[in-house]
């Protein structure tokens, strides 16, 4: 019996050290299918190494780039007091920040635009029945008065 306890602690012992430094390596253990003379009734699992592929392309990780877009230049184009034509652009906006107001109108990307020659005024416009100020956009046309000048004939002749 004590021959065979010797062979039992000498194979735990190696197996022991192999599974030891095999699971310090990161490797895999396998058990033979047989058993061998030196070893005894005991199988002890043997260290092998199984075939590991590399990767061929490179891993294609998320960015975290590629979210900035351009300004998309929106606001006022035109000035308060300042003179425009019919058809110029007064506001960009997304959403009415700028209401459409006297000879002004708006497109379907609520773009003011002056529909008639004048003056661009801002103006703030209360409304009375929930006490809202409103931001109002105005193009005033000057008013043209019809001003006849009579030019008085000459009542001397021009000297030679």
């Known amino acids: 019996c004590s021959l065979l306890c010797e062979k039992m602690a000498l194979a735990a012992s190696s197996w022991l050290a192999r599974s030891a430094t095999g699971l310090l390596r990161g490797g895999m253990f396998a058990f033979p299918s047989t058993a061998t003379a030196a ?48 058809g110029n652009i007064l506001v960009r906006q997304r959403g ?42 105005n193009v005033y046309t000057p008013v043209k008065t019809e001003l006849s000048f009579t030019v008085p004939a000459p009542t001397a002749t021009p000297s030679k």
């Open 39 to 86: 070893t005894s009734a005991v199988a002890a699992p043997v260290l092998t190494t199984l075939p590991h592929r590399t990767a061929t392309k490179k891993a294609g990780g998320s960015s975290k780039n590629g979210r900035k877009t351009a300004g998309r230049r929106l606001g006022p184009k035109k000035g308060d007091g300042q003179g425009v034509i019919a």
């Open 96 to 137: 009415t920040v700028f209401h459409p107001g006297l000879n002004v109108g708006m497109g379907r990307d609520h773009t003011l635009f002056a529909l008639a020659d004048g003056t661009v005024r801002f103006e703030s416009k209360l409304l009375h029945e929930r006490d809202i100020q409103r931001k109002v956009v």
